[in-house]
């Protein structure tokens, strides 16, 4: 059974950071793109950042380009959101996501806010 854990969210100033993670099982990580979407508060899902199987290829999306950083570690089956200079507007729930078949983990709750 596939599963994704993700963790490392809380409550953070403007400006702050946050590094999330997200633990794999039940499949072949290293054989799968992954990625990162949010979701917040009354909005639809927005997909944040995707990264290759090989960690070559990382891409974001214009809101986060430049503040956030995706990664992972094969060997671990683990997949990263590094969160920097983050804005109340990053508020949201974060999921991990295998990008086949769009499965996601339970999702890890951020909240920027002074």
């Known amino acids: 059974e596939v599963q994704l854990v993700e963790s490392g969210g809380g409550l953070v100033q403007p400006g702050g950071s946050l590094r999330l993670s997200c633990a794999a099982s039940g499949f072949t990580f290293r054989n799968y793109r992954m990625s990162w979407v949010r979701q917040a508060p009354g909005k639809g899902l927005e997909w944040v950042s995707r990264i290759s199987t090989s960690v070559d290829n990382t891409y974001y999306a214009d809101s986060v380009e430049g503040r956030f950083a995706i990664s992972r570690d094969n060997a671990k089956g683990t997949l990263y959101l590094q969160l920097n200079s983050l804005k109340t507007e990053d508020t949201a729930m974060y999921y991990c996501?295998?990008?086949?078949?769009?499965?996601r983990g339970q999702g890890t709750q951020v909240t920027v806010s002074s």
């Open positions: 996501s295998k990008e086949d078949d769009g499965v």
